[in-house]
């Protein structure tokens, strides 16, 4: 059986006002993907954090790059607590995936 699915994409220039107006926006919770290009990323304690949400789960390229914390990966999915998946690992910082 198919089912129609809602995927945003956005590239947020690692701006992390980008990024948390489309987290924050209610016209996104219906969506089952937002695909992030450029995500904000901070250096908390040498470790690459991006900003979280009640209602999504984020999802990281299986491979990060370890010459800068805050360009460690270029993409990452946020997938709506609702929707079913399994990462898919890809051996790239710049490539995220799942399957749902």
Do not use: C
């Amino acid at each position: 059986m198919s089912k129609l699915i809602g995927i945003l994409q956005a590239n947020v220039g690692r701006r992390r006002e980008a990024q948390l107006s489309i987290l924050n926006d209610s016209s996104t919770q219906d969506f089952e993907l937002m695909m992030i290009t450029e995500p904000n990323i901070m250096d908390i304690d040498g470790e690459p954090v991006v900003h979280q949400h009640a209602h999504w789960t984020i999802v990281r390229p299986s491979l990060t790059r370890d010459d800068s914390v805050i360009h460690s990966f270029r993409s990452l999915i946020y997938v709506n607590k609702k929707t079913e998946f399994r990462q898919v690992p890809i051996p790239s910082p710049d490539i995220v995936a799942v399957l749902l």
